[in-house]
């Protein structure tokens, strides 16, 4: 175990010294951040001065190594538009971020798996027939239009809808949820304070119901593939041997199904989903921009239009060190699932 930590931390290093060398190397075509930052009436002789106040105009090199030293304190400056250490605006922006995943990724766990082990236990089935025929559209409308219209069904309704907005029930969800003209599709409400300083959405149903059509769409994107990993890894291990001597030997085929084969079968999909679960934080961008979602995604495409170099710079680090976390805690997953599996690598 140990020897596999100082592995992935050495690994972890690696791939985050390659993206902040990426994530500098783009500065320079992001836009000219001084002319973000004054007006247009400021003489030449100021934006200079300023210009070298930032260090803007050392060599390439110098200015890396300096971020460098500053990014391993967790130091990367402070945000052009706001006036703030980047690192703060950030953290105002990742809570929305991480909850609006967590939520799309129980939504994907919860009608995956019992979705894609049915397709596999009964592939002739005219429901599975249905499921993967829906999966396929899923996996071929963009983001952004299924948000558009979960809006349009679910928030501002239309009159061929079974479910208008206009009827009993939406009248009743209306009232359930204790907002107006359907369901929340715009920002994230009024989050509860927690723990002294983080605001969340889990901690009441009103924030919840601003979380659902987001999380829905954002949870498209994985569920579909997510449905079809599922049924395909279920069906091989299905044909394996051990499930015919298992049915030879006269297991019920309940146990099976859901003792034996279910526990092979995630073995692929805690490899491969755990990887893609971490790409839901890059998907945001789409999601959150429609629903104008206050998470990172928001400000990642608010500091691109701003030219906030620092900013972008520390959101391309943070994600990156996601992406790194999530890698790991998926291959710890996969050797406590699977202890036949050394952590090192190397076969037992």
Do not use: C
Request: proline residues 5%.
């Amino acid at each position: 175990m140990i020897a596999f930590l100082v592995k992935r931390l050495f690994h972890a290093l690696l791939v985050m010294f390659v993206i902040s060398i990426i994530a500098f190397a783009i500065q320079d075509n992001l836009g000219d951040p001084i002319q973000q930052m004054v007006g247009q009436s400021v003489p030449e002789s100021e934006r200079e001065a300023l210009r070298e106040e930032l260090g803007l105009n050392d060599p390439m090199l110098v200015q890396y190594a300096r971020f460098a030293v500053n990014a391993a304190q967790f130091d990367f400056g402070y945000s052009y538009v706001f006036n703030q250490p980047t690192t703060e605006v950030i953290a105002r922006h990742l809570p929305a971020t991480l909850e609006l995943v967590a939520a799309s990724t129980f939504l994907i766990i919860v009608f995956s798996v019992p979705i894609g082990v049915y397709s596999a236990i009964k592939p002739r089935a005219l429901l599975t027939r249905f499921f993967m025929s829906i999966s396929i559209v899923g996996i071929s409308i963009p983001v952004f239009l299924t948000a558009i219209m979960l809006i349009q069904l679910f928030a501002i309704g239309v009159s061929w809808t079974p479910f208008p907005v206009d009827t009993s029930w939406g009248n009743w969800l209306n009232e359930l949820i204790s907002t107006e003209g359907g369901m929340p599709a715009y920002g994230r409400g009024d989050p509860v304070t927690v723990f002294g300083t983080w605001d969340t959405n889990f901690a009441s149903f009103k924030g919840l119901s601003y979380l659902v059509l987001p999380a829905i769409s954002l949870a498209s994107i994985m569920l579909p593939l997510f449905i079809r990993l599922i049924r395909a890894e279920m069906l091989e291990v299905l044909q394996s041997d051990y499930v015919k001597f298992a049915r030879a030997k006269g297991i019920s085929m309940r146990r099976i199904y859901f003792l034996h084969a279910l526990k092979n079968t995630m073995l692929p999909v805690i490899t491969v989903g755990g990887v893609q679960i971490g790409t839901l934080v890059a998907y945001t961008i789409l999601t959150e921009t429609v629903f104008q979602w206050p998470g990172m995604g928001l400000m990642f495409l608010d500091a691109i239009e701003r030219s906030d170099i620092p900013l972008i710079v520390t959101y391309l680090m943070i994600v990156g060190l996601i992406f790194v976390i999530t890698n790991t805690i998926v291959d710890l997953i996969y050797g406590l699932v699977n202890p036949t599996v050394k952590l090192t690598g190397k076969p037992s």
